[in-house]
């Protein structure tokens, strides 16, 4: 059986007459960079708040390392470290004496844990720097680094990527990865763009409609949003080879007399005269399958 770090069974919420989330079955296991994506206003946040004790949900249970009592839950809360929307950080302070007053509040003893959380996030240099003077992307990163002091078996960040520009991006995608690889962090990550995530997450959990629509990993994503050039040709023999030695792949395989190839395609004027150029007959050459972002507004439309 799978290890599981954090499921939830039926997770429903009501405001006043609204229903947020309804039903709602997430389960991340342990290792997991798992995407929560939705559109705004899917019910992300209130998800995450429910799961960090914030507000209390209105049905369901919530499962944290294979238990369910709402005490134990309470405690092994704190094995989780949190950033929801924005952090919270004095402006008026350096980046290190955030951390410090986070360090007092969480009851962590060794001093030095600031030090090795701002190099993590790569905020050592900015450490005493006043926070107002931050880019949106390194108070982000500050918040990672509050959310890291304690050293939490899983972090679940809100959005932490809404409103970065590319670089911003790019680093933070670098340190969610790293947090993963190198210090075998669990991490939970909401988006309202499954793109975003789509280099990083291992797993998707995709809200709509107030539940949890679909759940899968990266491998059955990448399957179900493959794009790919349908080659009718003849001889088969002869394009596969011309493929192989005038266009360098072998990233192709042959469904009945049609030829698959998931490289080029973008250029399937290009692979046609390569084709034609060698002695093959092309019949025709088309476009097929459908890119993350068709996938994704197929998937809202469906459910
Ligand atoms: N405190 C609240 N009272 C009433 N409705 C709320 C409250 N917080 C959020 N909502 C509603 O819940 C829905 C989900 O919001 P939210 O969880 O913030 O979505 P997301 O984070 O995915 O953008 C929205 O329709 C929002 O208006
Ligand atoms: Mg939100």
């Not at 402006?91 to 962590?108: C, D, Q, V």
Request: net charge negative.
């Amino acid at each position: 059986m799978p290890d599981y770090i954090l499921r939830t069974h039926q997770l429903s919420k009501i405001y006043k007459q609204d229903q947020i989330l309804r039903d709602l079955n997430l389960n991340i296991r342990k290792g997991d960079i798992y995407g929560l994506i939705g559109m705004n206003g899917a019910g992300k946040t209130t998800l995450i708040r429910i799961l960090a004790g914030l507000i209390p949900s209105s049905g369901g249970t919530v499962e944290l390392f294979g238990e369910t009592d709402p005490r134990r839950i309470e405690q092994l809360r704190a094995k989780i470290g949190w950033l929801i929307e924005t952090p919270a950080l004095y402006l008026n302070h350096t980046a290190y004496e955030n951390l410090e007053m986070e360090r007092i509040h969480k009851g962590i003893q060794d001093r030095r844990e600031i030090d090795k959380v701002l190099e993590i996030v790569g905020l050592k240099e900015a450490g005493s720097k006043k926070t107002a003077d931050f880019s949106l992307g390194m108070k982000q990163r500050l918040g990672i680094a509050m959310a890291l002091l304690g050293d939490p078996e899983l972090l679940v960040l809100d959005e932490p990527i809404n409103g970065l520009d590319p670089v911003g991006i790019a680093q933070m995608r670098e340190l969610l990865l790293e947090l993963n690889h190198r210090y075998g962090i669990t991490i939970l990550i909401s988006s309202h763009i499954l793109t975003e995530l789509a280099q990083i997450a291992t797993t998707y959990g995709i809200i709509n409609n107030h539940t949890l629509i679909e759940e899968l990993s990266a491998e059955e994503l990448n399957k179900r949003s493959k794009q790919y050039l349908a080659i009718k040709s003849r001889p088969v023999e002869d394009t596969l080879k011309v493929l192989t030695t005038k266009l360098n792949t072998n990233r192709f395989e042959v469904v009945g007399s049609t030829v698959l190839l998931y490289d080029y395609y973008a250029e399937s004027g290009r692979v046609a005269s390569v084709l034609y150029e060698n002695g093959i007959s092309v019949e025709e050459i088309s476009c097929k399958g459908q890119d993350l972002e068709h996938y994704y507004m197929g998937l809202l439309e469906r459910k």
